[in-house]
């Protein structure tokens, strides 16, 4: 009888899950968990709900709970090959915490469902599960295509050298997709045996597998795949010209700036190459590359600006201040944010840089997946890091502001 004059009350806290803001959301969860014997139920159930929020919330209910019964009916209720809940599942068997570890290493080796299979080996590579390592070696022979790709991710996440041989037969498969993560994942592993094989992938008719190729050969660190990367800079594909780019400033070798240049300044794609080779450039610190990073930065070829942005900082040229003091009245608050790290490098050099950090202190951008990065955080840290006189005085009025509310009294840069 208890169990139905609570039943209502699970039912509506259930129903609060769909509309609830972060604080009511946690307070929801907790009050479900409070009363796990007769939430249980009703959460289950909840698990088929079309609604994809609350279904979602359900199974982080129950992944609170904690009880590794919970486990496959969560598995089986948010593992969908499209990947829509893989980040809801993830975030549920997180909850699970270490009771869900071992369970789901029984789930990847001897389940009837190919898609549970599969979602077990993406979490025991997401939590780098190690104890799965020998179970994720079988599961190399799973009858699902779907599976083994995500084993083989699984592997290359939990850096495992014994997948290396499997790995390297993988890049042969017919399937794009296995060749992909078998690429990506010799890249994690870095092991010497995979570099002729990748740059043999380099030539792999589909694109995302050179992409993930010319990645690997980047983390493998042996300077013997730069020439075959810098003609790759040439390729049809922006993504696979960006990662080689990319990877050819991990190698550190100068005979990638040339070519690199050559990229920035005539690289027709929408802009990702650019940056990335913008960004590979700052890597090298070869001074060479000043003038034409300042060049495409003032061109506008390059929509994100970011890559040219740090890579400026990274060279420390004195010639980039005038261009990064200018880009702090940019529209875009993430290269404001970006134009004052590099400035952080010229502190001591020209007086025009703490004048301009200054000015950036009542700046009330924001950006960042939660638009939670403030520009004027940014300048905050970079003065109080300078720790002269002068900022310290601008950060002391600054605060006197916030506390006062006063109009803001901007400065421009001279």
Request: net charge negative.
């Amino acid at each position: 009888m208890k169990h139905h004059e609570e039943e209502p009350r699970i039912s509506d806290l259930i129903r609060k899950l769909k509309t609830a803001n972060r604080q009511t959301f946690d307070e929801t969860i907790a009050a479900l968990v409070e009363r796990s014997d007769q939430a249980i139920e009703p959460l289950l159930r909840t698990l088929s709900s079309p609604h994809r929020h609350i279904k979602s919330y359900a199974a982080l209910a129950l992944g609170k709970i904690g009880d590794p019964r919970l486990l496959r009916p969560v598995m089986q209720a948010l593992s969908d090959p499209s990947g829509e809940y893989e980040n809801s599942l993830l975030n549920a068997l997180h909850y699970f915490g270490e009771a869900a570890r071992l369970p789901l290493i029984d789930l990847l080796a001897s389940d009837s469902d190919a898609g549970i299979r599969a979602s077990a080996a993406t979490a025991l590579g997401m939590f780098k599960e190690t104890r799965a390592a020998d179970a994720l070696l079988r599961a190399l022979d799973d009858p699902e295509k779907r599976v083994q790709i995500e084993v083989v991710t699984a592997l290359g996440r939990l850096q495992e050298v014994r997948a290396v041989d499997p790995l390297l037969i993988a890049l042969n498969d017919e399937c794009a997709w296995m060749r992909c993560e078998a690429a990506w994942a010799l890249g994690q592993i870095r092991d010497g045996r995979a570099l002729e094989p990748l740059m043999w992938t380099l030539h792999d008719p589909d694109s995302f597998v050179r992409d993930k190729a010319a990645f690997a050969l980047g983390l493998l660190g042996n300077t013997r795949a730069v020439d075959p990367l810098i003609q790759l800079l040439k390729d049809d594909y922006e993504g696979v010209r960006g990662s080689a780019a990319s990877s050819l400033g991990r190698l550190g070798e100068a005979r990638a700036v040339e070519p690199l240049i050559a990229m920035l300044q005539q690289d027709t794609g929408y802009g990702l190459a650019i940056s990335q080779a913008a960004e590979a450039l700052g890597e090298l610190k070869d001074q060479r590359a000043v003038e034409p990073l300042l060049q495409t930065l003032t061109s506008g070829r390059d929509r994100f600006r970011i890559g040219l942005i740090v890579a400026l900082g990274k060279l420390q040229d004195r010639r980039a201040i005038p261009e990064l003091i200018g880009l702090l009245k940019d529209a875009n608050p993430q290269v404001r944010s970006y134009a004052i790290r590099s400035l952080e490098v010229f502190l001591g050099q020209d007086e025009r840089v703490v004048e301009s950090l200054i000015t950036m202190l009542d700046d009330t951008g924001t950006w960042g997946v939660s638009l939670n990065i403030s520009v004027s955080g940014d300048a905050l840290r970079v003065l109080k890091h300078i720790g002269t006189p002068e900022a310290r005085a601008a950060i002391k009025d600054w605060k006197a502001r916030q506390v006062s509310n006063q109009p803001i009294n901007s400065r421009s840069p001279e």
